[in-house]
């Protein structure tokens, strides 16, 4: 279990930006803020009144005291006055507050809506090829953690940021227009505070980031054994896994510890000067109050507005890992949409013809990696209602020419065509709704089968999957589920066995009804039944239609118009069944060792 010790190890580069990508990622965040720029207008007028609203309190005790209790009898009017104007404002910024937080928090969820739809409609569109590269557990996590991090943010971070900052620049204003000399005094202690926090900031933000890598390591290994467990038990892993999360366990708790560490010994340190600092302010006051330079209500003021400097300090410093998270998080996330798909549709595009459905493949060549092709110079032209078996040996090409015909994947040099029109001068839209493909493990999706079913053409109804069933002779099968086509089944499809699966899929690509239909042979082993089901469903399910089918088993190729053998990317033989049988070639070699093998 080394390399889940490593995964642990591992530090995700993704998660520490430089300035310059930092600048870039805010840029793009208040551009894509323009929907709501003028709310967002109100906002920061409202914050600003807020925070006004909550620097009011120490001035009017300043005023009331220099200007109405100094005065004895005659200055009484002054402090009533004082004691009703900060009512006025604690009221004034209780609703401010209230005001500032929703529309913060309005605008904030509104982009994060927008964000959402824009990624998973980006990767929606993006080609096949992408999904062999990336990793499904990154997308997700792109959508969940990423996302996740910007919403802690925006929830409760991002006013928190806004307030401290105003607070300390406005606090600043406010105390030197009651008195620079001792507003110098002030800032002259707060050299110390911004040390510590700058200190604190660049060992924390280290610590903040392995505690996330470390939790991730945690759940990739229960994920893992979770998923695998039927494994595990068979092979007696148990305590061997066990040891190995208690060890990715154990970096976490470390790394938990380390940031509590630090916090230990940042956070009296705050507190010691800030303790300090009221003692400096207030002894200096009160030798300038002496002196007549002041009063002793601007003492008082200034020492109450010490918290007002001190405190934003700490809490940007807090909050900075925060903000360095969801920085990155917004960075990935918009990496993401910057990513562009290799099968693009072309501005003047055409729709594919309403016609017979001949597929024609002209000397097309492909490789996933440079110089190394899998499809060589392939030609091979389908007419119309033939039914096509594509057999050979496990990487001869067969499902990369598959991916071809689908407009998975364009070739590198040839061309693929349906009724003339090249697939690469056609919408994207038309080729979905001429060409149906069916993969060899047929996929559902969280809801009932008949939903399942209906996801084949949009708009269809119960009504449509039920005759869906009805016509492909497998409604005796379906509504052998408990709730019959009303079934709920989850996306993994727990409750359905391969098998019937494969029959909500046959099932689906009837609905939509393709002139092509392509599909993927499944290889698991199906119950007797279930596999009668789906041969006699497979019949008429390609009736009337070109089909293409990847044969797994070469029974498949014995009821075909067309049996083409693959090999190395080649085609090497390609005729009918007993044609290929009497010819002896490389298919009839193949076909003896399947019959002896069965």
Excluded at 105 to 132: A, K, M, N, W
């Amino acid at each position: 279990m080394s390399s889940v010790q490593g995964a642990v190890e591992e530090v995700d580069s993704d998660d520490k930006l430089t300035r310059k990508q930092r600048r870039v990622v805010i840029r793009m965040a208040i551009r894509g803020l323009r929907p709501w720029r003028r709310l967002a207008v109100v906002a920061a007028i409202v914050i600003l009144a807020a925070t006004l609203a909550r620097l009011a309190g120490p001035k009017l005790i300043a005023w009331g005291i220099d200007s109405g209790i100094g005065r004895g009898s005659d200055g009484l009017s002054v402090v009533t006055w004082a004691a009703v104007l900060w009512v006025v404002a604690s009221v004034a910024g209780y609703f401010l507050t209230r005001s500032q937080i929703w529309l913060v928090s309005y605008i904030g969820e509104q982009y994060l809506r927008d964000l959402r739809v824009r990624v998973f409609s980006h990767i929606e569109s993006l080609d096949i090829d992408f999904f062999s590269r990336e990793r499904s557990g990154r997308l997700v996590s792109r959508m969940t953690s990423d996302v996740e991090s910007l919403q802690h943010f925006v929830s409760q971070g991002l006013i928190i940021l806004i307030s401290s900052v105003l607070t300390f620049f406005l606090t600043l204003v406010i105390l030197f227009t009651m008195s620079v000399e001792l507003t110098l005094v002030t800032l002259a202690v707060l050299p110390p505070l911004i040390v510590a926090s700058i200190v604190f900031r660049s060992y924390a933000n280290p610590a903040y980031l392995r505690v996330r890598e470390r939790i991730a390591g945690v759940l990739n290994r229960l994920q893992e054994n979770l998923t695998g467990i039927r494994v595990v038990q068979a092979f007696g892993r148990e305590e061997i896994d066990a040891g190995a999360f208690e060890m990715a366990n154990e970096s976490h708790f470390k790394a938990q510890v380390r940031t509590a560490r630090i916090s230990a010994i940042y956070f009296p340190v705050v507190e010691f000067v800030g303790l300090a600092g009221g003692a400096v302010v207030l002894g200096a006051g009160a030798a300038f109050a002496s002196d007549g330079a002041i009063g002793f209500g601007v003492v008082i003021a200034f020492v109450f507005y010490l918290s007002n400097l001190f405190d934003p300090i700490q809490q940007v410093t807090q909050l900075y890992n925060d903000f360095q998270a969801a920085t990155a998080a917004l960075h990935k996330l918009h990496a993401l949409l910057d990513v562009e798909a290799k099968i693009q549709e072309k501005p003047d595009a055409v729709e594919l013809p309403d016609g017979p459905g001949r597929l024609r493949i002209e000397r097309a060549t492909f490789a996933y990696e440079e110089n190394r092709p899998v499809i060589r110079d392939v030609t091979l032209d389908l007419e119309p209602g033939t039914r096509v078996a594509l057999v050979g040996q496990t990487g001869a090409g067969k499902s990369t020419l598959v991916k071809l015909m689908t407009r998975f994947y364009d070739p590198n040099s040839g061309s693929v065509r349906f009724d003339d029109v090249d697939l690469r001068d056609a919408t994207v839209n038309s080729l979905r709704k001429m060409i149906g493909f069916v993969p060899q493990e047929g996929h559902v999706f969280s809801g009932t089968v008949w939903e399942n079913i209906a996801y084949g053409r949009q708009g269809a109804s119960r009504a449509d999957a039920i005759e869906s069933c009805e016509q492909l002779g497998i409604a005796g099968v379906i509504s052998s589920l408990p709730d019959g086509i009303d079934t709920e089944v989850d996306e993994k499809g727990g409750r359905l066995s391969a098998g019937q699966r494969q029959l909500i899929a046959l099932a689906r690509a009837h609905l939509a009804d393709p002139r092509i239909l392509i599909m993927d042979e499944a290889t698991s082993a199906l119950d007797p039944a279930t596999a009668a089901a789906i041969e006699d469903a497979i019949p008429t399910l390609m009736k009337g239609r070109t089909s293409v089918i990847i044969a797994h088993r070469l029974a498949t190729a014995v009821r075909s118009d067309l049996v083409v053998l693959m090999d190395d990317g080649r085609i090497a033989e390609m005729g009918g069944h007993e044609d290929l049988l009497r010819h002896g070639g490389p298919y009839a070699e193949l076909y003896r060792q399947w019959s002896g093998a069965n």
